[in-house]
């Protein structure tokens, strides 16, 4: 196994990733990046781009609903959330690959797979197809991100925003626990396509489901 050398290695292909290995590599350092699912990150692939597509979806079809208002009339408004679907993985792929050439265009290279830390200064990449690559560096940047925090297991009914981004048809009602930027943007698109048979509600994290649970009564006497 050959070892190959960099001025840095950089673990992780998001934001944060790509955002390091570019300035680095402008200001003329040998740089590497590993990505092991997706160029872009959990940004591009499970966050900000997948779900402003389907609010892009979502803010032109309330819109349309309104334009009646203003004496404008497009017809009724219609959706297809298969086509919205496309759109949306469409979308992603675009950003990813604009991430990927923008790190090729400022001369990082670019290696697809799971980066480990063998040593110190040493990175393992594992490709998909199981071949492994030593490359060394002096400096090492772990920016590999974060999962979805979750309250209870996650199953087809209890969904984290990673699943509920893969949904195949959109849900009847929904609770939403969390009343954050992620929550308020999955209840506005829900909200959007809004049905008389369809409820959402919110929990905001400090309601009484995160409460402690008071004290047995013979505690308490
Ligand atoms: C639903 C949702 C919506 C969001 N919307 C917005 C928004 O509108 N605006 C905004 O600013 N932020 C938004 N965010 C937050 C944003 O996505 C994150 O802040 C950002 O992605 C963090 O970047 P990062 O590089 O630290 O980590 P990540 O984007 O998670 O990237 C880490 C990368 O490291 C890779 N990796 C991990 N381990 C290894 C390994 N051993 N080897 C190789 N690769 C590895 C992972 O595959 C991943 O691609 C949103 C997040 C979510 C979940």
Redesign the pocket.
């Known amino acids: 196994m050959s070892l190959e050398s960099f001025d840095l290695i950089v673990?992780?292909?998001?934001?944060?990733?790509?955002?390091v290995a570019e300035e680095a590599a402008r200001h003329g350092a040998r740089v590497a990046i590993?990505?092991?699912?997706?160029?872009?990150?959990?940004?591009?692939?499970?966050?900000?781009?997948?779900?402003?597509a389907l609010l892009a979806c979502s803010g032109h079809y309330a819109s349309l609903k309104k334009l009646s208002r203003m004496g404008v009339a497009a017809g009724a408004a219609t959706y297809d959330f298969a086509a919205i679907r496309r759109h949306r993985d469409q979308t992603v792929r675009i950003a990813a690959l604009g991430v990927e050439k923008s790190l090729e265009g400022a001369g990082v290279e670019t290696k697809t797979?799971?980066?480990?830390i063998a040593a110190p200064g040493e990175v393992i990449?594992t490709a998909p197809n199981g071949e492994t690559e030593s490359l060394w560096a002096c400096c090492i940047v772990?920016?590999?991100?974060?999962e979805?925090a979750t309250i209870f297991p996650p199953s087809a009914r209890i969904l984290t925003?990673?699943t509920?981004?893969r949904l195949a048809a959109l849900p009847k009602s929904i609770v939403i626990i969390g009343g954050s930027?992620?929550g308020v943007?999955?209840a506005t698109f829900l909200r959007s396509w809004a049905s008389p048979s369809g409820s959402w509600r919110y929990f905001h994290p400090s309601s009484p489901m995160r409460r402690k649970r008071p004290e047995p009564s013979s505690k308490r006497n």
């Open positions: 673990i992780g292909g998001g934001p944060g990733g790509h955002a590993i990505e092991r699912n997706g160029w872009g990150g959990t940004c591009t692939h499970r966050g900000c781009i997948p779900t402003k797979g799971e980066g480990r990449c772990i920016v590999w991100g974060s979805p925003s990673d509920f981004l930027v992620i943007e999955f």
